[in-house]
T-cell receptor
Framework: AQKVTQAQTEISVVEKEDVTLDCVYE???????LFWYKQPPSGELVFLIR??????QNEISGRYSWNFQKSTSSFNFTITASQVVDSAVYFC??????????FGSGTRLQVQP | GAVVSQHPSRVICKSGTSVKIECRSL??????MFWYRQFPKQSLMLMAT?????????EQGVEKDKFLINHASLTLSTLTVTSAHPEDSSFYIC???????????FGDGTRLSIL
């Protein structure tokens, strides 16, 4: 069975603070992909990153960074110097290639000015 | 990059109406398309998996007679909500996969409101 857990339901920070969104996953597959998506109030899913299970290198893209730790089955997402435009719901998802994505419950991030 | 077009983006209609939502892969052939539903402040839940030329596979608890899925070509899947009622109001989003381990690409979603 596959499962994605985002334990943080809602996070509120003040602009310019750093914030980390946690994601823990479960799967018996050895080959899988992990994703992060951003869902702004308008509803569409904005793709942020796709990470292969064999690639544990951390990744940085501008103010975004991702920490993949296979040993703890975690794929955490950090936003550095958060901005109001970062306010959204963020979903972590797991893809084993055999069926649809398994989504976490999402973390609502509110960045206050 | 790969693009999936979903139409319409928003529908408001009366109870009892049937509503059709289209999902098109614009620059690739999608062997598999997925339909998700998202209620307010909840996550995306898979409704059904649609493979071109065959019957859709529905998740437990999803009524196949109410949510008709047709995947007649490699670039188009449709979801028809038949005799929609207020409890069917939700955000419906499709995704398409070219095949194998190719990533899924999402449409922008359809916000359905039944009065």
């Amino acid at each position: 069975a596959q499962k994605v857990t985002q334990a943080q339901t809602e996070i509120s920070v003040v602009e310019k603070e750093d914030v980390t969104l946690d994601c823990v996953y479960e799967t018996r597959d050895t080959t899988y992909y992990l994703f992060w998506y951003k869902q702004p109030p308008s509803g569409e899913l904005v793709f942020l990153i796709r990470r292969n299970s064999f690639d544990e290198q951390n990744e940085i893209s501008g103010r975004y960074s991702w920490n993949f730790q296979k040993s703890t089955s975690s794929f955490n997402f950090t936003i550095t110097a958060s901005q109001v435009v970062d306010s959204a719901v963020y979903f972590c998802a797991l893809d084993t290639g055999r069926r649809a994505l398994t989504f976490g419950s999402g973390t609502r991030l509110q960045v206050q000015p | 990059g790969a693009v999936v077009s979903q139409h319409p983006s928003r529908v408001i209609c009366k109870s009892g109406t049937s509503v059709k939502i289209e999902c098109r892969s614009l620059d690739f052939q999608a062997t598999t398309m997925f339909w998700y539903r998202q209620f307010p402040k909840q996550s995306l839940m898979l409704m059904a998996t649609s493979n071109e030329g065959s019957k859709a596979t529905y998740e437990q608890g999803v009524e196949k007679d109410k949510f008709l899925i047709n995947h007649a070509s490699l670039t188009l899947s449709t979801l028809t909500v038949t005799s929609a009622h207020p409890e069917d109001s939700s955000f419906y989003i499709c995704s398409a996969r070219q095949g194998g381990t190719q990533p899924q690409h999402f449409g922008d979603g359809t916000r359905l409101s039944i009065l």
